[in-house]
């Protein structure tokens, strides 16, 4: 049976030094495995927000509703028993490890989530391989994670980590930024082979349409002021490259 994700009424504040600014204000969204659906929208209406939520991160105060995981409560979940579940968040801004090589990294965290450490053999195969796919020279697996890394490259390497943890759901918030064309590409192909080849749920957060032609989104959301203003399809996210969010800030 398929997994599914699913987000109901959920509101979520961050500290300021003004005090708790409310960002989201009721979000329902249901994601099922293997399934893309792109969140789109202006600045500050919240995306990012949402994926940290999702993701647990401290800073951002959940004050209403709830995340399920196959009818589980996610928001009970401390941020690696959330990855344990299935969830990973590939983020804008990837951090640097220093002292922690890339495999020791890989191999930790698949030890962690499978709880058993893979036979080492098969590991450096599906390592190697899907570095490989990704563009990756093998020296990469040597050194420390993302540290000196160009912003392709991390991405990169947030993509080598999707394919190997194999989560059942994927928040990619904003992969796309910083990337040239051939980057973009390279990182697509790796999405696209992570979803046919596991069944990967797909929660991708992004500004612009030019990820989604080689990523194709099964549904669409706009949001707007911490709230979905309007959902659809792939010939949503056309609409909103011609035209921009004028008409959703407009009413907002």
């Known amino acids: 049976m398929s997994s599914v994700l699913e987000i109901k009424d959920l509101h979520v504040s961050v500290e300021t030094e003004q005090g708790a600014k409310p960002i989201l204000k009721g979000v329902d969204l249901t994601i099922k495995q ?3 659906h792109a969140i789109m929208g202006p600045n500050g209406s919240g995306k990012s927000t949402l994926a940290y939520a999702i993701a647990g991160h401290p800073r951002y105060e959940v004050t209403g509703g709830s995340i399920l995981l196959d009818g589980e409560e996610v928001l009970e979940m401390g941020v690696d ?24 990294f ?58 190997l943890l194999k989560p059942k ?16 590409k390279v990182v ?19 500004h612009y349409t030019r990820i989604l032609r ?21 010939e949503l996210a056309n609409r909103l490259e011609e035209e921009g969010y004028d008409r959703f800030l407009e009413s907002a």
């Open 34 to 36: 293997g399934e893309t």
């Open 81 to 104: 028993e959330r990855a344990q579940a299935g969830m990973f968040l590939a983020m804008q801004y990837p951090v640097e490890i220093p002292g922690v090589t890339n495999a020791n």
């Open 106 to 163: 890989l191999r930790t965290a698949k030890t962690a989530i499978d709880g058993e450490a893979p036979a080492i053999r098969t590991w450096m195969k599906d390592v190697k391989e899907a570095m490989g796919n990704l563009r990756m020279d093998e020296s990469f697996a040597a050194r420390n994670v993302n540290e000196g890394f160009s912003g392709g490259e991390k991405k990169r390497n947030e993509i080598l980590q999707l394919e």
């Open 169 to 184: 759901f994927a928040v990619l918030d904003e992969t796309d930024s910083g990337l040239d064309v051939d980057a973009l």
């Open 188 to 206: 697509s192909e790796g999405v696209n082979r992570a979803k046919q080849n596991t069944g990967l749920g797909v929660l991708l957060i992004t």
């Open 214 to 234: 080689y990523i194709q989104p099964d549904f669409v959301h706009v949001f707007v002021n911490g709230r979905v203003a309007e959902e659809g399809g792939p």
